[in-house]
């Protein structure tokens, strides 16, 4: 019999990357939104001058390669013994973090062998694992795409317009000062290939910190805040019809030009939303800074 596990919340992926990251010695300052030019090219110097070509194939999945730390991808995810394939230890739930164990792992095609932060070992399908997660910098108005601790790419984005600030109520033509891109630690909730603007990744905006202060600042009732946070527990859609506005997106039909135009969302060209698409996965990280 399989043993159910209980979820961690979702900004712990996050987290653990950016442990993983200072673990390593890469500069931190990289992920937290202080960059400059010389720090990303130092990061990943055989990437330089080959992230902006939007010409470039679409990114492809591809399975663990090399010790590290990775995350689930679907709702759950059955764990085996490490010699048996057929007899199920326990259930991971959506995005828990798990280590690649490279220098004993079988090397059986499809598998691999993983231990989860508590210490369970054992045979993950490799196809329901990945590594990637998003960071837009809204100081410099760019997508960041990573592969663990690994920059792999680097694209123009297109902002609110109102970027410059974080969002905390719905916006309108009325208000369009509230027209802003939210700032903080969200996942991809869900994925649209029929958004009036292409394609779009839903982010889980209002998220429970979001919530936390619209219940505070009197915006949300009680039950609009407890739904909120039961969504994030689950990595489901958030309640999107309240006070604090929602259907935060990444969503194509963006310029490349680092333009303000959006009610909040982040747009980039349709190129690029075509060369993320089979990469990115309900639950994939995405970190927002300044």
């Known amino acids: 019999m399989s043993i159910e596990r209980t979820s961690i919340s979702q900004g712990h992926v996050v987290v653990m990357f950016l442990c993983y990251l200072m673990f ?26 080959a992230l902006s070509d939007p010409a470039m194939a679409p990114l492809k999945r591809t399975p663990p390669e090399s010790a590290g730390l990775y995350y689930t991808i679907p709702g759950r995810t059955t764990l085996y013994f490490p010699d048996d394939t057929t007899r199920a230890y326990m259930n991971l739930t959506r995005r828990e973090p798990v280590e690649y164990l490279q220098d004993v792992d079988p090397g059986w095609d499809g598998w ?18 990945t590594n990637v997660w998003l960071r ?3 100081s410099t108005q760019t997508l960041f795409v990573y592969r663990g601790e690994h920059l792999i790419d680097r694209i123009p984005t297109d902002l609110g317009y109102n970027f410059f600030s974080d969002k905390e109520r719905r916006g309108s033509t009325g208000d369009p000062d509230h027209w802003r891109t939210p700032e903080g630690e969200f996942y991809i909730a869900n994925k649209n290939p029929y958004s009036q603007f292409y394609k779009a990744f839903v982010l889980n905006y209002p998220n429970a910190e979001d919530a936390a202060r619209g219940f505070e600042d009197g915006l949300i009732t009680q ?18 019809d309240t006070e604090l506005g929602g259907w935060i997106e990444i969503h194509g039909d963006g310029t490349g030009e680092r333009n303000n135009w959006t009610q909040g969302c982040v747009a980039i060209q349709n190129v690029q939303m075509d060369r993320l698409w089979d990469i990115i996965e309900v639950g994939t990280p995405v970190l927002i800074t300044p």
Not at 33 to 40: C, K, M, N, P, T
Not at 116 to 124: C, K, P, R, Y
């Open 24 to 49: 390593l010695g890469t500069n931190a300052q990289l992920v937290f939104g202080q960059e400059s030019d010389l720090e990303i090219e130092e990061a990943e110097p055989i990437l330089t001058g």
């Open 112 to 129: 691999k062998r993983v231990r989860t932060l508590d210490g369970a070992n054992g045979l993950v399908r490799e196809d329901e694992l």
């Open 136 to 138: 837009i910098s809204k």
């Open 223 to 240: 039950d609009q805040f407890d739904a909120i946070v039961e969504a994030e527990r689950r990595f489901a859609m958030p309640p999107m």
